[in-house]
Nanobody, 126 residues
């Protein structure tokens, strides 16, 4: 019902910035909360950020607070992740995901997301 496609990944030097986009296709996009997760080689996929369906609330992992900003443009069916002050430890494949859950605690866990994008690689050099 919903397909997600990430873009905007690439190679950037430490301290630089990158903006990821996730475009959704399908109906009822505005009714989904959206999240960003990332996975480095040999590690578990971890929560990065989430935004409610109305964009009234945002949530961040402690590791990215103050550096990353999640936003959405429902008219364009797109969610963004602005990443500033990037560090080598931010290197990972970044995935966007959609959930029909509405209680904020659900947004932190990947098991609550029904739809996933294919991922986009972000590499931060030191």
């Amino acid at each position: 019902q919903v397909q997600l496609v990430e873009s905007g990944g690439g190679l950037v030097q430490a301290g630089g910035s990158l903006r990821l986009s996730c475009e959704a296709s399908g109906r009822t996009f505005n009714s989904y909360a959206m999240g960003w997760f990332r996975q480095a080689p040999g590690k578990e996929r971890e929560f990065v950020a989430a935004i409610s369906w109305s964009a009234g609330s945002t949530y961040y992992a402690d590791s990215v607070k103050g550096r990353f900003t999640i936003s959405r443009d429902n008219a364009k069916n797109t969610v963004y992740l602005q990443m500033n002050s990037l560090k080598p430890e931010d290197t990972a494949v970044y995935y966007c995901a959609a959930t029909q859950r509405t209680y904020y605690t659900a947004f932190y866990y990947r098991s609550n997301y029904r739809y996933w994008g294919q991922g986009t690689q972000v590499t931060v050099s030191s």
